[in-house]
């Protein structure tokens, strides 16, 4: 979960000559969107876009993200369109985002409105000792400087995520997860198999940190495989945490704000 996340920053959010209040509802080229995507896309907002236009996308006057009508970008090829060209002679400037970044933007402006189911909150103090214990976090997750690197940090998520992304990411760690955090493998030119987690990936290399910790750099052109594992690594907590033992948990990650 760390976030995230190798985000670049939308120095102009990228919705703000998005809006409309006349034209029709959605037109749908897409379907459903993934949770982990919406997630995703909660992160780049806030982490970019809410300091103008507010968690509630409506602090700037006459745009309401939430009314789910925009004059451009009534379709996702819209959207991705305008978002990467721009809009010449306004304030909304191109943007070259990558597909996750893209995909995580788009599943959240459309879904502004995306109520998730309420969670019930724990004591923190227990949620901290099952997190140590019983769940054995820090064999894999770094919080405050405790625990290794080898999974994402989370001394901030509570920042980060919301309760229920939080509980999601307990009950179906692979479903939910998000892209940047997705292990991968990969065979160097002497035959050397390395898994690890990605901090970085451009067209040309990928660095990640592997089992033993150590932080490595590849040129993609002498892999003589890449592959983006789809499994993840954490383990289900929802046979292993009695309901009463997951919200404890949770109460102690939404604790945490770095």
Excluded at 91 to 116: C, K, Q
Excluded at 159 to 165: A, H, I
């Amino acid at each position: 979960m760390n976030q995230l996340m190798v985000v670049r920053r939308l120095s102009v959010c990228v919705t703000v000559w998005l809006l409309a209040f006349n034209s029709p509802a959605w037109a749908q080229d897409h379907t459903d969107y993934e949770a982990a995507d919406i997630e995703y896309g909660i992160s780049v907002y806030r982490a970019q876009c809410a300091t103008c236009h507010g968690e509630s996308g409506d602090a700037i006057a006459g745009v309401d993200f939430r009314s789910g009508q925009l004059r451009r970008g009534a379709t996702d090829r819209e959207l991705r369109q305008v978002i990467r060209s721009g809009i010449p002679g306004t304030g909304m400037l191109a943007f070259d985002l990558d597909t996750a970044e893209m995909t995580g933007i788009i599943a959240y402006l459309r879904n502004m409105n995306y109520e998730v189911d309420a969670v019930v909150l724990g004591d923190v103090a227990r949620g901290r000792g099952i997190f140590e214990g019983k769940a054995d976090c820090l064999q894999c997750h770094r919080v405050q400087r405790r625990g290794p690197r080898v999974a994402p940090d989370l001394t901030a998520i509570g920042t980060m995520r919301t309760p229920s992304g939080l509980r999601r990411s307990l009950l179906d760690p692979t479903g939910t997860m998000q892209p940047i955090n997705r292990p991968v493998e990969l065979v160097t030119a002497d035959g050397t198999r390395v898994t690890g987690r990605r901090l970085n990936e451009d067209t040309y290399t990928v660095q990640l940190i592997d089992s033993q910790e150590r932080l490595r750099s590849f040129d993609k052109e002498d892999l003589r495989e890449f592959t983006v594992l789809t499994e993840s690594p954490m383990p289900s907590y929802e046979d292993s945490l009695s309901s009463q033992e997951l919200a404890d948990v949770l109460a102690y990650l939404v604790s945490l704000k770095g």
